[in-house]
């Protein structure tokens, strides 16, 4: 039976108890740590291999196998990536508002609606805040698809997608195909009604397969003043999709191969357009995760919004309406552009420091009534769009599910998968395996015994050495349950914030007033 991961999983109000304990690793001169047996949980399979080490990193290196080219790798020695240590990110938001009118005629607004793709009219960002987005890029794994934290993964799953994006995860995949430059002019002939000549010397003023988004705008202006609905309405949707999940790092282009999912205006509703952003992200963070990456494409508002979502205590949140009273509208929409104080390297040692207290696990169970949970989003297995292919691993982020985190199998070995789109149909058996293995978390941020210890052989906690010139040091930090309600959580980290700061000592009676205020935070 799989009715127990139902929209509203059970979540217990805890006391949280105070820090239990930490276990030190220390690394030898030349920085490797010697072999131990790892604890319960962990798999064979890592137990027996070399760890090879990395200062600051993973001292068993069979999971992270990328990360000598990490961008983690280099930052722990105080390398950057280059003058500018934030990325540079693609947005679109200030355009589409330009672009985007209020109303679309009758007969377009019908195609658009049915195409699923609706919702991203209105859903991105101003602005994006390149410096938190930056500081969680750099704590991305492709192995994983996931954000290594203190604590263990998260990841950007299909049904934070649903939730924010209001985007259809369930459909069929794009299968790629080949378009040179000659196709892409008959492409935008037949199917966007511009002549021969005009096709072709924008084509080639591209060089390449590519179409402007400011072109498809004037195409849709042009075919909506002549009444030309399909012409406009491909030329929108393509410039649409171009600004947003399938953004890349030109920031003006948009690939001409993308006009194809649009031939069949009454067809396009049947692609999961969710797992097309999804994949199109994992696609760019893994990329941008890389040392010598300095750009990230895709959807920035899609990950911007998600860290806002989950994480309440960090970088600047704009809200435009509480989760009340959003009247079914997509979440990202909730969220606005505010211009954040912290640069990136401010922003790390806040991220090292981030506890399962910060987080809120669970952050949409207020927005069910609109998007129920689709236990299509437990499948472990690839997901595809076009050519690209990337683990999807709900398996390592269970805490975001309401379940207990348990020592995930290794990733997959997206190459080696031959069967994606009938693994894709018959996904129960995979969501079987993903949930048998666990059981609804007690509390929110529950995990089995030996993860941690298990997670900090394998990844790295952290990103900036407490000391630059001391040895490092792997704590196995265990915490127990913080509070459940958001508005007590983002209290309490404040306050302990501030008691760290001062370096105040629970026996100071000037601070004493604080720790009992922290006290009665955490157990709410």
Same mark, same amino acid.
Request: glycine share 6%; proline share 6%.
């Given at each position: 039976?799989?009715?127990?991961?139902?929209?509203?999983?059970?979540?217990?109000k805890?006391?949280?108890?105070?820090?239990?304990?930490?276990?030190?690793?220390?690394?030898?001169?030349?920085?490797?740590?010697?072999?131990?047996?790892?604890?319960r949980?962990?798999?064979?399979?890592?137990?027996?291999?070399?760890?090879?080490?990395?200062?600051?990193?993973?001292?068993?290196?069979?999971?992270?196998?990328?990360y000598?080219?990490?961008?983690?790798?280099?930052?722990?020695?105080?390398?950057?990536?280059?003058?500018?240590?934030?990325?540079?990110v693609?947005?679109?938001?200030?355009?589409?508002?330009?672009?985007?009118?209020?109303?679309?005629?009758?007969?377009?607004?019908?195609?658009?609606?049915?195409?699923?793709?609706?919702?991203?009219?209105?859903?991105?960002?101003?602005?994006?805040?390149?410096?938190?987005?930056?500081?969680?890029?750099?704590?991305?794994?492709?192995?994983?698809?996931?954000?290594?934290?203190?604590?263990?993964?998260?990841?950007?799953?299909?049904?934070?997608?649903?939730?924010?994006?209001?985007?259809?995860?369930?459909?069929?995949?794009?299968?790629?195909?080949?378009?040179?430059?000659?196709?892409?002019?008959?492409?935008?002939?037949?199917?966007?009604?511009?002549?021969q000549?005009?096709?072709?010397?924008?084509?080639?003023?591209?060089?390449?397969?590519?179409?402007?988004?400011?072109?498809?705008?004037?195409?849709?202006?042009?075919?909506?003043?002549?009444?030309?609905?399909?012409?406009?309405?491909?030329?929108?949707?393509?410039?649409?999709v171009?600004?947003?999940?399938?953004?890349?790092?030109?920031?003006?282009?948009?690939? &001409?191969?993308?006009?194809? !999912?649009? +031939?069949? =205006?009454?067809?396009? *509703?049947? %692609? #999961?357009?969710?797992? &097309?952003?999804?994949?199109? !992200?994992? +696609?760019? =963070?893994?990329?941008? *995760?890389m %040392? #010598?990456?300095?750009?990230?494409?895709?959807?920035?508002?899609?990950?911007?919004?998600?860290?806002?979502?989950?994480?309440?205590?960090?970088?600047?949140?704009?809200?435009?309406?509480?989760?009340?009273?959003?009247?079914?509208?997509?979440?990202?929409?909730?969220?606005?552009?505010?211009?954040?104080?912290?640069?990136?390297?401010?922003?790390?040692?806040?991220?090292?420091?981030?506890?399962?207290?910060?987080?809120?696990?669970?952050?949409?169970?207020?927005?069910?009534?609109?998007?129920?949970?689709?236990?299509i989003?437990?499948?472990?297995?690839?997901?595809?769009?076009?050519?690209?292919?990337?683990?999807y691993?709900?398996?390592?982020?269970?805490?975001?599910?309401?379940?207990?985190?348990?020592?995930?199998s290794?990733?997959?070995d997206?190459?080696?998968?031959?069967?994606?789109?009938?693994?894709?149909?018959?996904?129960?058996?995979?969501?079987?395996?993903?949930?048998?293995?666990?059981?609804?978390?007690?509390?929110p941020?529950?995990?089995?015994?030996?993860?941690?210890?298990?997670?900090?052989?394998v990844?790295?906690?952290?990103?900036?050495?407490?000391?630059?010139?001391?040895?490092?040091?792997?704590?196995?930090?265990?915490?127990?349950?913080g509070?459940?309600?958001?508005?007590?959580?983002?209290?309490?980290?404040?306050?302990?914030?501030?008691?760290r700061?001062?370096?105040?000592?629970?026996?100071?009676?000037?601070?004493?007033?604080?720790?009992?205020?922290?006290?009665?935070?955490?157990?709410?």
């Amino acid at each position: 039976m799989l009715c127990r991961f139902g929209p509203s999983l059970p979540v217990t109000k805890v006391r949280a108890t105070r820090f239990v304990g930490t276990l030190v690793r220390r690394r030898g001169a030349d920085g490797r740590i010697p072999v131990r047996t790892l604890d319960r949980g962990a798999s064979s399979s890592a137990a027996a291999a070399e760890p090879t080490g990395y200062p600051g990193g993973p001292y068993d290196t069979s999971l992270l196998v990328k990360y000598e080219h990490h961008v983690a790798r280099h930052i722990w020695f105080g390398e950057e990536r280059g003058p500018k240590k934030e990325l540079k990110v693609a947005g679109h938001g200030l355009k589409l508002n330009s672009r985007v009118p209020l109303a679309l005629p009758p007969q377009m607004e019908s195609w658009v609606s049915r195409s699923g793709l609706a919702s991203l009219q209105r859903t991105s960002l101003n602005k994006i805040d390149t410096n938190l987005v930056s500081a969680f890029v750099e704590r991305w794994h492709l192995e994983t698809s996931s954000f290594h934290m203190p604590f263990g993964e998260m990841s950007i799953t299909l049904d934070d997608v649903a939730c924010l994006l209001h985007l259809p995860i369930r459909g069929i995949f794009w299968s790629p195909q080949d378009v040179t430059e000659e196709l892409a002019v008959e492409l935008a002939v037949d199917y966007l009604g511009v002549s021969q000549s005009q096709a072709q010397s924008h084509v080639r003023s591209c060089r390449g397969s590519y179409y402007k988004l400011e072109w498809l705008y004037d195409i849709f202006v042009h075919h909506r003043a002549a009444s030309s609905w399909a012409y406009a309405t491909r030329a929108y949707l393509l410039m649409l999709v171009g600004s947003t999940i399938f953004a890349d790092k030109t920031f003006t282009f948009v690939e &001409a191969r993308y006009l194809l !999912l649009f +031939r069949d =205006l009454d067809g396009c *509703s049947g %692609y #999961s357009w969710g797992a &097309a952003a999804l994949v199109t !992200l994992y +696609r760019y =963070l893994g990329d941008a *995760s890389m %040392y #010598s990456c300095k750009q990230l494409g895709g959807y920035p508002t899609l990950l911007q919004c998600w860290i806002h979502e989950y994480f309440p205590t960090v970088g600047k949140r704009g809200e435009n309406w509480n989760p009340a009273g959003n009247c079914g509208l997509p979440r990202a929409m909730r969220w606005s552009y505010r211009q954040g104080v912290l640069k990136v390297d401010d922003l790390r040692p806040i991220l090292d420091e981030l506890t399962p207290t910060d987080v809120i696990w669970r952050p949409f169970e207020d927005h069910r009534a609109w998007r129920v949970f689709d236990e299509i989003c437990l499948y472990r297995g690839c997901l595809k769009w076009g050519e690209t292919v990337v683990p999807y691993l709900p398996d390592r982020c269970l805490r975001q599910f309401g379940y207990r985190q348990y020592v995930p199998s290794p990733p997959l070995d997206c190459m080696m998968a031959t069967d994606i789109d009938v693994d894709w149909i018959s996904y129960h058996q995979s969501v079987v395996d993903v949930i048998g293995s666990s059981s609804v978390a007690t509390t929110p941020s529950e995990v089995v015994d030996g993860y941690l210890e298990w997670y900090y052989r394998v990844s790295h906690p952290r990103l900036v050495p407490p000391h630059r010139d001391a040895p490092r040091e792997v704590p196995v930090s265990v915490y127990d349950a913080g509070p459940s309600d958001p508005d007590w959580a983002r209290v309490s980290t404040l306050i302990r914030r501030y008691l760290r700061q001062v370096n105040a000592e629970e026996e100071d009676p000037q601070f004493s007033d604080l720790f009992e205020a922290l006290h009665i935070s955490r157990s709410h």
